[in-house]
């Protein structure tokens, strides 16, 4: 008896031990992890999600650790507070162009496009009468709430005022987006564009700009707009750069202007990069055909195929490996 009970002691030590082991085993393998760090978009969470996972699928070295926001506000935690980051990807280049270059990055690929579309669901108010023709009509109801992202921490939010002036001109009606914006209350103007869609999904807002790439992939309703306000086709670049936003700028107390233009995301890898051997890794598959701009494109997201910079000079800063992945163009 007493020799059973010394066997089932000894049995339940080895248990203990053997989990210890693999316990510590664990924690060496994600402590030789290496780790890249990248902030980006919020419009990009759901496509980078599958992409972090594809590429960890393949290099298991290396840790992608993710955060998202608005693009402005997330640039500005590099540019300002001196986040320690790897890659930053922005749902408008410019915001690295501006925000980023030359301080903090060197370069800027532009990757992908989008459009921007009113969304909303079967409980949205209207939802059985709005359509392409007569939405702003719909926004102006008093009893109709409706809202967009604030546009000095996200493009999006900037992009949706600029929809409503184009749409101003598109439709020949003075005064619109004053009237239009009186009927927005302030609650409604929300840090990041992603934070309506739960929103919206709950009843709590009838309608929200966002990108379609955001509707496609939360599966909302949305009004596909006319090309020359929907700043998804850059053919109407001329007639989109009529609309202007004035924001917050880099210093506090200090304002810019941003212009439209149609979207473009952009995507550098930030200079002081504390892995940038992994980080440029993980570029090459999101720049890959094959590879990241095929889930972009599979989640409603045109890519640019291949990827581009504006100039040869930008060409030459890029590191050689990526350099396959990207032309040099307008």
Known sequence: MKRNRFFVKLAALAGVILILQLFMLANTMAAD?????????????????????????????????????????????ISDQDHVVDI???ADYAVI????????????????????????????????????????????NKDVSWGHSDPNLDPCG??????????????????LTDQLIANRP?????AKAVELVELLKSGKLDYGWEYLSVAAQHDLKYIKLDDQINL?????????????????GKKEGSWMTRTGKS???????????????????FLQYLLDPAGGLEILNSMGQPPFLPARVPSQTDYDRLPPELRHLVEVRQ
């Open 97 to 140: 162009d501006k925000s980023l270059i030359p301080a903090k990055a060197s370069w800027n690929i532009r990757f992908a496009t989008n459009q921007l579309v009113l969304c909303y669901t079967d409980r949205s108010r209207y939802a059985d009468e709005i359509n392409a023709q007569n939405w702003y009509e719909i926004l102006a």
């Open 263 to 281: 979207i473009t995301y952009g995507v550098t890898l930030i200079n002081r990069s504390p892995n940038p051997k992994g980080a440029v890794s």
């Open 33 to 77: 992890q290496e780790k890249v760090v990248i902030y980006h978009a919020g419009s990009l969470s759901v496509p980078f999600a599958e992409i972090e996972k594809n590429f960890e699928s393949t290099h298991p070295s290396i840790d992608i650790v993710r955060a998202a926001g608005g693009s402005t506000k997330m640039a500005r935690l």
């Open 232 to 248: 998804g086709n850059y053919k109407f670049d001329d007639f989109y750069k009529q609309a202007t936003v004035k924001v917050t």
């Open 158 to 175: 900037y992009r949706s005022l600029m929809v409503l002036q184009l749409a101003e001109k598109f439709y020949q009606k003075p005064g």
């Open 88 to 90: 930053m990807a922005s």
């Open 186 to 190: 302030k609650e409604n103007v929300k």
